[in-house]
């Protein structure tokens, strides 16, 4: 479940609205997650990034586990998710290029 009234216009969630999600969800932020973001917490952009970063890496190891669905969640803000296949994608692509190079 997500609080839509605390999201913002660029579609980031505020950290008070993360938390009431995990604690509805009986959920908890992994260290390494929070570990990660502590740094970067006042710089909306750079959060973005990592989270964009951390989304594309989660695709990546799905798929190497051998799923061969993603289905991404937008929430109706499009641009993360958006963002993540393109860089997805393109290290999709430069592997299968590699695989190709390789054999």
Same mark, same amino acid.
């Given at each position: 479940?997500?609080?839509?009234? /605390? ?23 992994? /260290? ?23 989304? /594309?890496? !989660? ?8 799923? !061969? /669905?993603?289905? =991404?969640?937008? =929430?109706? !803000? ?26």
């Amino acid at each position: 479940m997500s609080h839509s009234d /605390t999201i913002a216009a660029d579609g980031l969630a505020s950290p008070e609205a993360y938390q009431s999600d995990l604690a509805y969800s009986k959920r908890k932020i992994p /260290t390494k997650v929070t570990a990660a973001l502590e740094p970067i917490e006042d710089n909306g952009e750079v959060v973005r990034l990592y989270g964009i970063h951390l989304g /594309t890496e !989660m695709c990546k190891k799905i798929l190497a586990h051998g799923i !061969m /669905t993603l289905h =991404l969640y937008t =929430l109706n !803000m499009e641009k993360s998710a958006l963002a993540i296949l393109t860089v997805f994608f393109s290290y999709l692509s430069f592997s299968v290029w590699l695989d190709f190079r390789c054999t």
